[in-house]
């Protein structure tokens, strides 16, 4: 069976964020199984203007040049894991950004978050449920919820223990299902 091709995409980019530590773990992990192949997408890297285009993402009229580009980036991809901080008892602007930048490249697929912050991020993936349940996306019910995460940030590394790396395996298990699951009906429409 082909490889699902996931988009790991870095949800913050503040200067010496949490995110890309996490974020660079799950491609590590990801790397390790072979039914996926992973693309690291860093919104660091993007610099998404912020509802500057004339037309709304829905009606797919993308003018701008990194509009374009990123509605073909994302459109390629057969799934998502979101590395969701929290900021405030919500998801940052920067990943909202990036989600309402493009529209039916993002749907009738899984999407899948690893959060972290204050109660693991967990009001972060509220947020992101029902934002990409309404982009058409489909929301897998389990998350990795990293709490206490900055104690195991080692610089640029995340010590993640057999905790974590279970539960994050979990989530490939579940990602892979609805991953093929939604390919193949969206394959047959």
């Known amino acids: ?30 790397a390790r199984r072979t039914e996926f192949a992973a693309e690291l997408l860093d919104l660091a890297d993007w610099a998404l203007p912020m509802f500057a285009e004339p037309y709304p993402p829905a009606t797919g009229r993308y003018t701008g040049e990194q509009q ?57 993936v509220e947020q992101l449920r029902n934002v990409t349940a309404a982009m058409a996306m489909a929301p897998l019910a389990s998350a990795v919820h990293l709490q206490g995460a900055a104690k195991l940030r080692d610089g640029d590394r995340f010590n993640a223990g057999e905790i974590e790396d279970r539960r994050l395996s979990a989530l490939f298990d579940e990602l892979l299902w609805w991953g093929r699951a939604l390919k193949a009906a969206r394959q047959g429409d």
């Open 1 to 30: 069976m082909a490889q699902l091709r996931i988009s790991v995409i870095v949800g913050s980019v503040r200067e010496g964020r949490m995110s890309l530590p996490i974020a660079t773990w799950v491609m590590d992990r990801v």
């Open 68 to 124: 374009r580009a990123w509605a073909e980036t994302i459109g390629a991809a057969d799934g998502y894991i979101l590395v969701a901080p929290e900021y405030n008892h919500g998801m940052s602007a920067v990943l909202k950004n990036a989600l309402d930048t493009v529209y039916a490249e993002w749907g009738r697929k899984p999407v899948a978050f690893v959060a972290h912050g204050t109660l693991g991020g967990a009001r972060s």
